[in-house]
């Protein structure tokens, strides 16, 4: 490995940092491992000092793709974790146990640790250690305060010389050692429930596309096709998958949406009472995919001025631009959306609000509204593109049936989300006791 980059010990004229005179030289963290409370305080040294300071090459994609597919399958790591316009490799730039942070870019101080063998590319530094300090405790106490010594002049950075002076409390081998098993453990939690709630969401889109209805006996093969011309007009159509007390209850009836719905005409003033007091729904406060509401505020503490619609607890809300983005919801309150949003109201006692609601967000309204939406610099499905949408509908018990089990599996899904929410708050709660803070360090900058 070259060490042509090393830097340990140099000054930068880049970095203004320093300690103060009366700066303290170690530091105790709130919570300690009970081996080591009777242990002397963290000694505070300078990156440079523990580690050697390098960063990666540029890298030719035709020897990384060589070696990944021989018998070192290593990663790429870069500020993009992408592979794409690479070139201009030197081979013994493979790194291994070693601290990883992005130098340039939106998250320039980003600050990893990286047990495996990978390459990485020229707008990442490395941290390499000689005993063993390359680890997930030291990457999380350089993480702590490396964004404080990004410069913001122009694009943001934090090269070599300013990280290699960065001051950090470091514990001794064997408790940096305990502090890594402990947050790898977390970390390990962290993953599992993140998987999950990955599983459930998959199971969820798997479930709707077996709910709502398809052809009966349709194939994506050529041959079944043929046989689905050639059947008798009064072949009907089922979905995939129906309730037990369902089986029996009949055939789905096809209807367009202009027959059971109605779509909210008319807009009012959100500068003036009482629009002004109500919540107000923009696109960017409906989540995609999911139907959960976000941020939402007053049309006044938003400053919104242009004509909104009003909507109540009967309406589901539409996002009719960029349908890709699949924003629907179902409020459970009144209040005023914007004039991108539709306000939808079940009409004529044929379809119910809740089921209305899991319809528009089902993949096949999805693939509908993407392929109906005009073609401008902002896509959009106007009115009638929406009212023409034709769908299956079953009886409003059925309906019933199948929006109480898509509510069901939304609020599993809520809650295993909020579960892996708590445990990232456990760890950041946790990293604050077992790491001193940053700020008794005294930095003045």
């Given at each position: 490995m070259s060490n042509k980059n090393k830097v340990a010990g140099a000054s930068s004229s880049s970095f203004s940092g320093k300690w103060e005179q009366d700066a303290p030289t170690t530091l105790l963290p709130k919570l300690r491992f009970p081996e080591f409370r009777g242990d002397d305080g963290w000694k505070i040294v300078e990156v440079g000092d523990v580690f050697q300071v390098t960063r990666g090459e540029v890298l030719s994609m035709k020897l990384v793709q060589q070696e990944q597919t021989e018998s070192n399958p290593y990663?790429?790591?870069?500020?993009?974790?992408?592979?794409?316009?690479?070139?201009?490799?030197?081979?013994?730039?493979?790194?291994?146990d070693a601290i990883t942070w992005t130098t340039d870019g939106a998250n320039a101080g980003d600050v990893n640790y990286r047990s495996d063998k990978f390459y990485c590319t020229n707008v990442c530094g490395v941290l390499l250690s000689s005993n063993g300090s390359a680890n997930?405790?030291?990457?999380?106490?350089i993480n702590n305060v490396a964004r404080k010594y990004v410069s913001y002049v122009g694009n943001p950075k934090l090269m070599n010389g300013v990280m290699s002076k960065i001051p950090i409390p470091l514990p001794s081998l064997p408790e940096q050692q305990k502090i890594a098993e402990c947050l790898s453990s977390v970390d390990e939690l962290i993953s599992a429930q993140a998987r999950k709630v990955s599983a459930?969401?998959?199971?969820?889109?798997?479930?709707?596309?077996?709910?709502?209805?398809?052809?009966?006996?349709?194939?994506?093969?050529?041959?079944?096709?043929n046989r689905e011309q050639d059947a008798p007009a009064t072949v009907k159509t089922q979905p995939r998958l129906r309730f037990p007390e369902f089986q029996n209850a009949g055939e789905w009836e096809e209807k367009a949406l202009a027959e059971i719905v109605e779509v909210a005409s008319g807009q009012v003033d959100p500068t003036k009472p009482p629009y002004c007091d109500f919540p107000q729904i923009?696109?960017?406060?409906?989540?995609?995919?999911?139907?959960?509401?976000?941020n939402v505020k007053s049309a006044g503490d938003k400053g919104v001025i242009s004509g909104n619609y009003a909507f109540d607890e009967n309406d589901v809300l539409y996002s009719k631009i960029r349908p890709a983005l699949n924003k629907v919801a179902a409020p459970a309150f009144k209040g005023i959306c914007s004039a991108d949003i539709y306000p939808i109201r079940p009409a004529n006692g044929g379809i119910q609000r809740s089921y209305l609601l899991y319809l528009l967000l089902s993949p096949k309204f999805l693939e509908y509204a993407i392929?109906?939406?005009?073609?401008?610099?902002?896509?959009?499905?106007?009115?009638?593109?929406?009212?023409?949408?034709?769908?299956?509908?079953?009886?409003?018990?059925?309906?019933?049936?199948?929006?109480?089990?898509?509510t069901s599996l939304d609020a599993l899904i809520s809650a295993e989300t909020?579960?892996?929410?708590?445990?990232?708050?456990?760890?950041?709660g946790l990293m604050q006791q077992l790491f001193p803070?940053?700020?008794a360090q005294?930095?003045?900058t």
């Amino acid at each position: 490995m070259s060490n042509k980059n090393k830097v340990a010990g140099a000054s930068s004229s880049s970095f203004s940092g320093k300690w103060e005179q009366d700066a303290p030289t170690t530091l105790l963290p709130k919570l300690r491992f009970p081996e080591f409370r009777g242990d002397d305080g963290w000694k505070i040294v300078e990156v440079g000092d523990v580690f050697q300071v390098t960063r990666g090459e540029v890298l030719s994609m035709k020897l990384v793709q060589q070696e990944q597919t021989e018998s070192n399958p290593y990663p790429v790591y870069s500020s993009q974790t992408k592979n794409n316009g690479l070139s201009g490799f030197y081979s013994d730039y493979i790194f291994a146990d070693a601290i990883t942070w992005t130098t340039d870019g939106a998250n320039a101080g980003d600050v990893n640790y990286r047990s495996d063998k990978f390459y990485c590319t020229n707008v990442c530094g490395v941290l390499l250690s000689s005993n063993g300090s390359a680890n997930t405790c030291v990457a999380a106490l350089i993480n702590n305060v490396a964004r404080k010594y990004v410069s913001y002049v122009g694009n943001p950075k934090l090269m070599n010389g300013v990280m290699s002076k960065i001051p950090i409390p470091l514990p001794s081998l064997p408790e940096q050692q305990k502090i890594a098993e402990c947050l790898s453990s977390v970390d390990e939690l962290i993953s599992a429930q993140a998987r999950k709630v990955s599983a459930l969401k998959t199971h969820k889109k798997g479930l709707m596309q077996q709910l709502f209805p398809r052809v009966a006996g349709a194939s994506s093969s050529k041959a079944s096709a043929n046989r689905e011309q050639d059947a008798p007009a009064t072949v009907k159509t089922q979905p995939r998958l129906r309730f037990p007390e369902f089986q029996n209850a009949g055939e789905w009836e096809e209807k367009a949406l202009a027959e059971i719905v109605e779509v909210a005409s008319g807009q009012v003033d959100p500068t003036k009472p009482p629009y002004c007091d109500f919540p107000q729904i923009g696109s960017e406060n409906i989540e995609s995919n999911t139907g959960k509401l976000v941020n939402v505020k007053s049309a006044g503490d938003k400053g919104v001025i242009s004509g909104n619609y009003a909507f109540d607890e009967n309406d589901v809300l539409y996002s009719k631009i960029r349908p890709a983005l699949n924003k629907v919801a179902a409020p459970a309150f009144k209040g005023i959306c914007s004039a991108d949003i539709y306000p939808i109201r079940p009409a004529n006692g044929g379809i119910q609000r809740s089921y209305l609601l899991y319809l528009l967000l089902s993949p096949k309204f999805l693939e509908y509204a993407i392929r109906n939406s005009e073609r401008g610099k902002i896509p959009k499905i106007n009115r009638d593109g929406l009212l023409t949408y034709k769908s299956l509908i079953p009886s409003l018990a059925e309906q019933q049936r199948i929006a109480d089990c898509l509510t069901s599996l939304d609020a599993l899904i809520s809650a295993e989300t909020q579960k892996h929410e708590a445990l990232k708050t456990h760890k950041k709660g946790l990293m604050q006791q077992l790491f001193p803070s940053p700020d008794a360090q005294q930095i003045s900058t």
